[in-house]
């Protein structure tokens, strides 16, 4: 069987010859590269769609491919179910019981069936259990559950927060999101509104866009605010109140707040955030086979979630640099409902967005469905590869004609309508049509046997079996910060005393005085800042502020030999204490809030701790200024990593996984570039030699059938010159001499000629020996590309830059004061984060 563990290239199936309805010996291996313009699978039930799409799937998987799988029908969490050493215990859990039953066999009568058809039809492919775990060991398989407990939960509380800048500066796409997200949520509380004419869409829109134009992030409970009170105070040129009265607002509110408030709904807020690129590689950077099971949910639910989903992936996808290798697949087992022809559902816009872009950026995107009449033809005339299997009705096959044929014309590839029509007449079970517009023809394949055992749609049941031992492997969610408590000697009881301040007390105003709003009065030459709360106020908690030195300064590391050229602002706060050195920067705490972030006046009603007098004095700013200086320079560093093999370092902000999962793309175009190379190279040589050889062999064949007519011709000659010695009636004459002469030069003429023959047959063998060695040559040239050191295993070094005391520019050096919420028995929790 020709070797289908190669580079680059996914082993689908083999070549089918529909009129003898046998398998041929050539192998469909798919260039991975072809994906990247994207795919659709259309076939009814029982054509053998989903096995052809899992094993799709799993040769991406052996190849270092992440991809995300959205399964609206239950089936895909099979691709966990691969058992290397196929026992027949290791089926047992997963066989359907009333299969076994209808068969008349013991359920471990039926399992070991099972486990010897799949060991049986895995060797008849050319795989084996040793495939089966070297799929296992390429990546990590997970399930992910949004809405349920029985994977790994999908938390949406992020779902509303400000896409990246690059999607906000590119207005189509922002308008696109937004449209999304609102039909989405609105959908998810039962009603269908209209972008246009809605007014609690329009509504809405214009709250997110309003936060994310300004960088801000939502999540529901403040949508539910914002809703009450919104941020403009007009809608186009209309007045908010006339365009939507407050009292129909809070219906609106109380609507998404019921929703919230659902019990369900609190599987919603939990689990993993949806960040893609998390979900595509794991922690140490190894790629995922990420499973999306929404078989579960709603109608409503589903469309919420997919549209999220989707406008999730566009947001990751535009912010990667572009590659013409394949660096992610997407892949939705039914499209049905999801990309109609001319309803335009959330889950539409985003998806034929990234039919259209994704391919400038790597990710390669493959749908599949069985109902081939209620599809966006138009849209997925964006797909280059279509694979058909068997149809149930003319209409379904009228209908997906027009559409392969408009996706024809798009790709600019022929199309023979007729001939299409009866190859489509002759599809069986696990046989396909494949249309791939990279290469010269349409193709009928039989589909491989997959290595995941299929026994169809798994339930919540069996989701939770496999998913717990995973998910208690995974490192758990970071989980929101505890109330810290504040230090002893800087804190204030709730009950006011000489150290918490709220009126002004009758003596010389000071700086430990406060004015009537308990706002310290401080000299004019010492700014104060107050660092905003956060969130809504606690019932039954105060405000109370607490005075820190906050520093902002820019931070420039450069090094020649890494290319570094970068900034950092670096914030950080330390406390003001009464002790012989007040201010002590080795103390300090990285401050999650910027310059932009403080306010020059507090929020009322609120209370103050007691102020240092020394924070009183402009000239102490001055010197913890330059104490905070040298705190930067002799505690800052900016580290990133380099890759001794590849010579490449990490980019500012760059985690390793990160930077590992940059390189091995870099990699992956590197060897894509260099085995086309490779191909390139060798192929002109091989047609040249494998020309020669022909030759050659073509003059062993003239020279041997020479031979044979000169042998013939010689006995002859001598026969003649025998009989006409021995039988003639004269004495032997000159021409019986001259015969005899002419006789001895035929037989050495063969002789001659048979030389010829071995030095043709010599000239066959050298050229042949000469092809072997070219052949040779060219594989160790691909094994040694194919042994290279695996960025994901190779050991890196990391390297730290130190700033210079020049390239450190001090913004501010000043009094902020940070809020904690009180309880009124004294407890504080900080109010800021």
């Given at each position: 069987?020709?070797?289908?563990?190669?580079?680059?290239?996914?082993?689908?199936?083999?070549?089918?010859?529909?009129?003898?309805?046998?398998?041929?010996?050539?192998?469909?291996?798919?260039?991975?590269?072809?994906?990247?313009?994207?795919?659709?699978?259309?076939?009814?039930?029982?054509?053998?769609?989903?096995?052809?799409?899992?094993?799709?799937?799993?040769?991406?998987?052996?190849?270092?491919?992440?991809?995300?799988?959205?399964?609206?029908?239950?089936?895909?969490?099979?691709?966990?179910?691969?058992?290397?050493?196929?026992?027949?215990?290791?089926?047992?859990?997963?066989?359907?019981?009333?299969?076994?039953?209808?068969?008349?066999?013991?359920?471990?009568?039926?399992?070991?069936?099972?486990?010897?058809?799949?060991?049986?039809?895995?060797?008849?492919?050319?795989?084996?259990?040793?495939?089966?775990?070297?799929?296992?060991?390429?990546?990590?398989?997970?399930?992910?559950?949004?809405?349920?407990?029985?994977?790994?939960?999908?938390?949406?509380?992020?779902?509303?927060?400000?896409?990246?800048?690059?999607?906000?500066?590119?207005?189509?796409?922002?308008?696109?999101?937004?449209?999304?997200?609102?039909?989405?949520?609105?959908?998810?509380?039962?009603?269908?509104?209209?972008?246009?004419?809605?007014?609690?869409?329009?509504?809405?829109?214009?709250?997110?866009?309003?936060?994310?134009?300004?960088?801000?992030?939502?999540?529901?409970?403040?949508?539910?605010?914002?809703?009450?009170?919104p941020p403009v105070t007009r809608i186009g040129v209309i007045d908010l109140d006339s365009f939507y009265p407050a009292k129909d607002r809070f219906e609106l509110a109380m609507l998404i707040n019921n929703l919230l408030a659902a019990p369900g709904f609190s599987a919603w807020l939990e689990g993993?955030?949806?960040?893609?690129?998390?979900?595509?590689?794991?922690?140490?950077?190894?790629?995922?086979?990420?499973?999306?099971?929404?078989?579960?949910?709603?109608?409503?639910?589903?469309?919420?979630?997919?549209?999220?989903?989707?406008?999730?992936?566009?947001?990751?996808?535009?912010?990667?640099?572009?590659?013409?290798?394949?660096?992610?697949?997407?892949?939705?087992?039914?499209?049905?409902?999801?990309?109609?022809?001319?309803?335009?559902?959330?889950?539409?816009?985003?998806?034929?967005?990234?039919?259209?872009?994704?391919?400038?950026?790597?990710?390669?995107?493959?749908?599949?469905?069985?109902?081939?009449?209620?599809?966006?033809?138009?849209?997925?005339?964006?797909?280059?590869?279509?694979?058909?299997?068997?149809?149930?009705?003319?209409?379904?096959?009228?209908?997906?004609?027009?559409?392969?044929?408009?996706?024809?014309?798009t790709q600019g590839a022929k199309f023979d309508r007729q001939a299409m029509e009866q190859t489509l007449a002759g599809l069986g079970s696990r046989i396909f049509l494949m249309n791939n517009v990279h290469n010269d023809a349409p193709t009928v394949i039989e589909s491989r046997w997959c290595m995941?055992?299929?026994?169809?749609?798994?339930?919540?049941?069996?989701?939770?079996?496999?998913?717990?031992?995973?998910?208690?492997?995974?490192?758990?969610?970071?989980?929101?910060?505890?109330?810290?408590?504040?230090?002893?000697?800087?804190?204030?009881?709730?009950?006011?005393?000489?150290?918490?301040?709220?009126?002004?007390?009758?003596?010389?105003?000071?700086?430990?005085?406060?004015?009537?709003?308990?706002?310290?009065?401080?000299?004019?030459?010492?700014?104060?800042?107050?660092?905003?709360?956060?969130?809504?106020?606690?019932?039954?908690?105060?405000?109370?502020?607490?005075?820190?030195?906050?520093?902002?300064?820019?931070?420039?590391?450069?090094?020649?030999?890494?290319?570094?050229?970068?900034?950092?602002?670096?914030?950080?706060?330390?406390?003001?204490?009464?002790?012989?050195?007040?201010?002590?920067?080795?103390?300090?705490?990285?401050?999650?809030?910027?310059?932009?972030?403080?306010?020059?006046?507090?929020?009322?009603?609120?209370?103050?701790?007691?102020?240092?007098?020394?924070?009183?004095?402009?000239?102490?700013?001055?010197?913890?200024?330059?104490?905070?200086?040298?705190?930067?320079?002799?505690?800052?560093?900016?580290?990133?990593?380099?890759?001794?093999?590849?010579?490449?370092?990490?980019?500012?902000?760059?985690?390793?996984?990160?930077?590992?999962?940059?390189?091995?793309?870099?990699?992956?175009?590197?060897?894509?570039?260099?085995?086309?190379?490779?191909?390139?190279?060798?192929?002109?040589?091989?047609n040249t030699l494998n020309e020669r050889v022909r030759t050659a062999q073509q003059a062993v064949d003239r020279e041997a059938e020479q031979k044979k007519q000169q042998t013939m011709q010689t006995v002859i000659s001598v026969g003649s010159t025998i009989l006409g010695a021995f039988l003639g009636?004269?004495?032997?004459?000159?021409?019986?001499?001259?015969?005899?002469?002419?006789?001895?030069?035929?037989?050495?003429?063969?002789?001659?000629?048979?030389?010829?023959?071995?030095?043709?047959?010599?000239?066959?063998?050298?050229?042949?020996?000469?092809?072997?060695?070219?052949?040779?040559?060219?594989?160790?040239?691909?094994?040694?590309?194919?042994?290279?050191?695996?960025?994901?295993?190779?050991?890196?070094?990391?390297?730290?830059?130190?700033?210079?005391?020049?390239?450190?520019?001090?913004?501010?050096?000043?009094?902020?004061?940070?809020?904690?919420?009180?309880?009124?028995?004294?407890?504080?929790?900080?109010?800021?984060?």
């Open positions: 069987m020709e070797d289908f563990e190669k580079l680059g290239v996914f082993y689908i199936g083999r070549e089918y010859d529909l009129k003898s309805k046998k398998s041929g010996e050539r192998l469909i291996l798919y260039d991975s590269k072809d994906m990247v313009t994207h795919g659709v699978c259309v076939g009814m039930t029982g054509s053998g769609k989903t096995g052809l799409c899992i094993g799709i799937l799993e040769e991406a998987a052996i190849d270092g491919i992440p991809a995300i799988i959205i399964d609206p029908k239950g089936d895909m969490p099979n691709m966990l179910l691969t058992f290397p050493q196929l026992r027949p215990e290791d089926f047992a859990p997963w066989i359907n019981e009333d299969d076994a039953r209808r068969k008349g066999l013991s359920p471990q009568d039926f399992a070991a069936k099972q486990a010897d058809t799949w060991k049986k039809g895995l060797e008849s492919w050319g795989q084996s259990g040793d495939r089966i775990s070297r799929l296992k060991q390429a990546a990590d398989f997970v399930i992910y559950t949004p809405g349920s407990t029985a994977g790994i939960p999908i938390s949406i509380l992020k779902s509303f927060a400000a896409p990246p800048p690059a999607l906000i500066e590119d207005s189509e796409l922002l308008r696109d999101r937004i449209t999304s997200t609102v039909t989405s949520l609105l959908g998810l509380v039962g009603k269908d509104a209209d972008p246009i004419k809605s007014k609690e869409h329009i509504l809405i829109s214009t709250i997110l866009d309003n936060a994310w134009r300004q960088g801000r992030d939502l999540d529901l409970p403040a949508l539910i605010q914002q809703i009450q009170t993993e955030a949806l960040d893609i690129g998390q979900i595509l590689y794991s922690p140490s950077g190894k790629p995922r086979m990420s499973i999306f099971s929404i078989a579960h949910l709603s109608d409503p639910e589903r469309m919420f979630f997919v549209s999220l989903l989707l406008n999730q992936i566009l947001a990751w996808m535009r912010q990667q640099s572009g590659t013409t290798s394949l660096r992610a697949m997407l892949y939705m087992d039914e499209i049905f409902g999801y990309f109609p022809p001319v309803s335009n559902p959330p889950s539409k816009q985003p998806l034929l967005t990234l039919l259209k872009q994704a391919r400038a950026y790597g990710v390669g995107i493959l749908l599949a469905t069985q109902n081939p009449v209620d599809l966006d033809y138009k849209g997925l005339a964006n797909c280059g590869t279509w694979l058909i299997g068997r149809l149930q009705t003319e209409r379904d096959k009228g209908r997906l004609l027009e559409g392969l044929e408009g996706a024809s014309a995941s055992y299929l026994p169809g749609p798994l339930t919540r049941t069996q989701i939770k079996v496999l998913m717990d031992p995973i998910k208690a492997q995974m490192p758990k969610p970071a989980a929101a910060a505890a109330p810290q408590a504040v230090p002893a000697n800087a804190a204030a009881p709730a009950v006011p005393s000489a150290r918490v301040m709220q009126t002004p007390e009758p003596s010389t105003p000071s700086s430990s005085t406060v004015g009537s709003s308990g706002r310290p009065v401080l000299p004019p030459d010492v700014p104060q800042y107050f660092v905003p709360a956060r969130g809504s106020r606690p019932a039954g908690n105060s405000l109370l502020y607490k005075p820190v030195v906050f520093g902002a300064a820019q931070v420039n590391f450069t090094d020649a030999k890494s290319g570094i050229d970068t900034q950092d602002d670096s914030t950080s706060f330390t406390e003001i204490t009464d002790d012989p050195v007040p201010v002590n920067w080795d103390n300090a705490q990285d401050a999650d809030f910027s310059i932009s972030d403080l306010e020059k006046a507090p929020q009322d009603p609120s209370q103050f701790t007691a102020l240092p007098a020394v924070a009183g004095k402009a000239r102490s700013y001055d010197t913890w200024g330059k104490a905070y200086v040298t705190w930067i320079y002799g505690s800052k560093k900016f580290e990133l990593f380099k890759s001794p093999t590849y010579k490449q370092f990490s980019k500012p902000g760059e985690s390793e996984r990160d930077f590992r999962i940059r390189l091995a793309q870099a990699v992956r175009e590197q060897r894509d570039d260099m085995m086309e190379k490779l191909r390139q190279k060798y192929q002109a040589k091989i009636s004269k004495a032997l004459g000159t021409g019986t001499v001259g015969r005899a002469t002419t006789a001895a030069r035929s037989a050495g003429r063969i002789m001659k000629e048979g030389q010829d023959v071995e030095r043709a047959k010599e000239t066959v063998a050298a050229r042949q020996q000469t092809l072997d060695e070219i052949e040779k040559e060219f594989k160790a040239e691909t094994d040694e590309l194919a042994a290279k050191t695996d960025p994901a295993t190779e050991e890196l070094q990391k390297i730290s830059i130190r700033p210079a005391k020049k390239d450190i520019v001090v913004k501010l050096v000043g009094l902020a004061w940070l809020p904690y919420w009180q309880t009124p028995d004294g407890k504080l929790t900080p109010a800021w984060q």
